[in-house]
């Protein structure tokens, strides 16, 4: 009798070992909380990065100029911001950063990106065949843009036997869609990361 409850002691042990060990833990923090597990490309760099180019790009001559010149803003569009650098970054999150800060700022209006307004050209011709004179929106009443932000996110890797530094390197340029010129441009390269890596894993 004994001998049977040491067995189920031990297994009680066992199995609330690895219970433990397997159970999850949630840890809630702050968004403004700067958190950087492995050193890559994370959402503290997007906001360093984006809060700096948005000011330089509502506060820059040419979007003032149009604005005194035309006595409204001027309307954009987002355009890519491509990723060239040597890891995966999802640019669409920068995308929008710009496009909400900027809209916000008042000093620019934005229209729909090349698939949002596919979508949006569907419910149009869907509301021609299905709604109401009064309420059906023309499918040739879009706003054009005057202006389209592009850019790009660059990096350099220097690496070493235990270390390497990761510097990114952010453009955005604003271009005048009538004439193709480049009205305004900036870039950010702030973001520099030392990765130390331990000499032996094990």
Not at 67 to 96: F, L, Q
Not at 124 to 149: C, I, N
Not at 156 to 184: F, G
Request: hydrophobic share 40%; with cysteine; net charge neutral.
């Amino acid at each position: 009798m004994k001998k049977s409850l040491s067995v189920f002691a031990v297994l009680f042990v066992f199995a609330f070992v690895f219970s433990s060990c397997g159970s999850t833990s949630v840890e809630r923090i702050g968004a403004e909380e700067n958190i950087d597990l492995d050193g890559y490309w994370n959402e503290s760099d997007v906001a360093i990065v984006c809060n700096s180019l948005i000011e330089e790009c509502s506060k820059s001559s040419a979007v003032a100029g149009f604005t005194k010149k035309n006595k409204r803003v001027p309307v954009a569009i987002i355009g890519k911001i491509r990723n060239e650098s040597s890891e995966h970054i999802d640019t669409s999150i920068i995308e929008k950063k710009f496009q909400n800060a900027i809209v916000n700022s008042g000093a620019m209006e934005f229209v729909s990106n090349s698939s949002e307004r596919q979508y949006l050209r569907e419910e149009k011709a869907d509301q021609a065949e299905h709604a109401t004179m009064e309420t059906a929106k023309e499918l040739d009443s879009e706003t054009g843009a005057d202006y389209m932000l592009l850019g790009s996110v660059k990096s350099i890797v220097q690496v070493s036997a235990n270390k390497n530094i990761r510097t990114y390197y952010v453009y955005v340029e604003l271009h005048d869609i009538k004439t193709n010129k480049i009205l305004w441009m900036s870039e950010n390269s702030s973001i520099r990361k030392v990765v130390s890596n331990p000499k032996y894993k094990f």
